[in-house]
């Protein structure tokens, strides 16, 4: 049990209109493939391919063109050498003209994704010294565009989360679910997120809630 939500606004260009052919079915299915970036609020950027299922019919986007995007995520262990790969399944294009001079003026002020996640503390992680963060290597595997893939996530938890949760320890092999904001591209490789939200021993509350449901019933 695993999964990996990338949501924010993302500004593409060179779109194109990739034919493919659903698994099991004999009609034509359509992809818009564009590249793009994820920032971080600090540091690096990732180059990420933007894949989007449609109809022959959908107009591809103009270069420099910002669309609301949330997307089943990819994101490798190795950034600098392999992009990232966001699946959408919502794709909104903002109005307005790419190319005329007051179109960024319009746009949100939100530059950096958010992140969903729900997978497996790969780290032992423990609470480092005051005024530090807490650091937890997290894996999650989603399916993205047909094919499982695994991405390796370094979790920061600032100090004045940790005792809003009760935060003490992560066991390794624990399974967490966490919310926040793309921090920036590791140098050792790897995304950061800086995280907002943590729900922690998921397994155990799957575990518990099946043990009520079995004996209600």
């Not at 530059?111 to 530090?132: K, M, Q, T, W, Y």
Request: some cysteine; overall charge negative.
């Amino acid at each position: 049990m695993s999964s990996l939500i990338v949501f924010g606004f993302f500004c593409v260009s060179d779109g194109c209109r990739v034919p493919s052919l659903k698994p099991g079915s004999t009609s034509n299915n359509c992809y818009t493939c564009y590249n793009a970036a994820i920032h971080g609020s600090v540091g690096a950027s990732l180059r990420t391919q933007i894949v989007v299922e449609g109809s022959p019919a959908d107009v591809v986007l103009p270069d420099r063109s910002v669309a609301f995007v949330v997307a089943k995520a990819y994101l490798p262990s190795a950034a600098a050498c392999e992009q990232g790969l966001l699946d959408a399944f919502h794709f909104v294009p903002l109005p307005g003209d790419p190319m005329s001079e007051v179109y960024e003026y319009l746009l949100p002020q939100w530059r950096v994704p958010s992140v969903i996640g729900l997978g497996h503390v790969n780290s032992s992680f423990a609470v480092h010294a005051e005024g530090d963060n807490g650091i937890a290597l997290v894996t999650c595997s989603d399916y993205v565009w047909d094919g499982k893939m695994t991405s390796k996530l370094i979790c920061s938890f600032d100090e004045n989360l940790l005792p809003t949760y009760c935060i003490s320890s992560l066991p390794r092999n624990s399974l967490i679910q966490f919310f926040g904001l793309i921090k920036n591209v590791a140098s050792s490789g790897g995304m950061t997120v800086d995280v907002k939200s943590i729900v922690t021993d998921v397994d155990q509350l799957c575990t518990l809630g099946k043990r009520s449901h079995s004996a209600a019933t």
